[in-house]
């Protein structure tokens, strides 16, 4: 017995351990490489150490500068804002249309729901490069989507919300980097919502009905409520990368819709300044880790509850 106890141990060990090492070691331990050249300064194309020894003297220095620059420059704070406002829209929007699909999905035949989630991870078997590309030739003027905009007229309603800069440019808008967005990140939205709404018990519909509720009212007194996990999970897998997107800003944006993502790029690569590019990439994970924390713990009491 005492060996079998000893064995059922450090099986339970080495399955929590291996969690806990994949992120020590690919998130912890990059995570903090990049706080460490935040607190640097750039000495032509070196990093200055942190710790320095000289004449049996061991100094540890730190420079703020990064972050008082980051504080102080309105750029950062715009474009951070900036970020987070997409993402926002993005998830929403992603929402609206993942919840009916999602809900349909649960919903159809057994027989076809395994067709049906093949449709929504189809696009994974193509390169995101590619399907971001491809939207560039969609929305011009003579494209498979910018033709039918022009002809139906969409394109002044969108100009006048100042959704593109004018009537014949689709490209290089808020509009253009939202839909891009939309369609790359809606699969993230559905499959959660699926598997949250294809494990409800439809006895509490019928429940629900019989006590004199409509479909209406049921919907949303019970099914909505029942799905919050589902809502929770997929708008958050849908926000975090959108914040800190990089391509879709690139190939579909324009100068006004400038996003976190460039503004990194543009520090490592353009300007050479890591600590700079790393201060906003540490400020960008503090940002997104605030809607992660809230989601363990919408999970933590969601678990408790159920």
């Not at 002044?156 to 980097?177: D, H, V």
């Amino acid at each position: 017995m005492p060996i079998a106890s000893d064995r059922k141990s450090g099986a339970r060990l080495a399955l929590i351990g291996v969690p806990y090492l994949w992120l020590a070691v690919f998130f912890l331990l990059p995570f903090l490489l990049v706080l460490r050249i935040s607190f640097a300064q750039m000495d032509g194309a070196l990093i200055t150490p942190l710790l320095t020894l000289s004449d049996a003297v061991l100094t540890f220095r730190v420079h703020l500068s990064s972050y008082v620059q980051l504080i102080s420059d309105d750029l950062y704070l715009a474009t951070y804002l900036v970020s987070v406002k997409y993402a926002l829209i993005a998830a929403s929007i992603c929402l609206a249309i993942g919840y009916p699909f999602a809900y349909f999905m649960a919903r159809s035949e057994r027989s076809w729901q395994p067709a049906l989630l093949m449709g929504v991870m189809l696009p994974f078997w193509t390169s995101f490069l590619l399907r971001v590309y491809a939207w560039k030739s969609l929305l011009e003027p003579n494209g498979w989507v910018g033709e039918p905009i022009h002809a139906l007229g969409i394109d002044r309603g969108l100009a006048w919300l100042g959704l593109i800069p004018s009537a014949e440019q689709l490209m290089y808008s808020p509009f253009s980097l939202t839909l891009g967005m939309v369609y790359t990140y809606l699969p993230f939205m559905v499959l959660p919502l699926f598997a949250t709404l294809s494990r409800m018990d439809l006895r509490l519909i019928e429940a629900a009905q019989d006590l004199g509720a409509t479909p209406w009212q049921a919907f949303w007194r019970i099914t909505v409520p029942l799905s919050k996990s589902g809502i929770v999970a997929g708008f958050m897998l849908v926000f975090i990368p959108c914040v800190g997107e990089y391509v879709i800003p690139e190939l579909l944006g324009g100068p006004e819709t400038l996003m976190i993502g460039r503004v990194l790029w543009d520090e490592f690569f353009s300007n050479n300044d890591w600590p700079m590019a790393s201060t906003v990439a540490v400020v960008m994970i503090l940002v997104i880790i605030v809607p992660i924390a809230l989601f363990g713990q919408n999970q933590a009491h969601a678990r408790e509850t159920g």
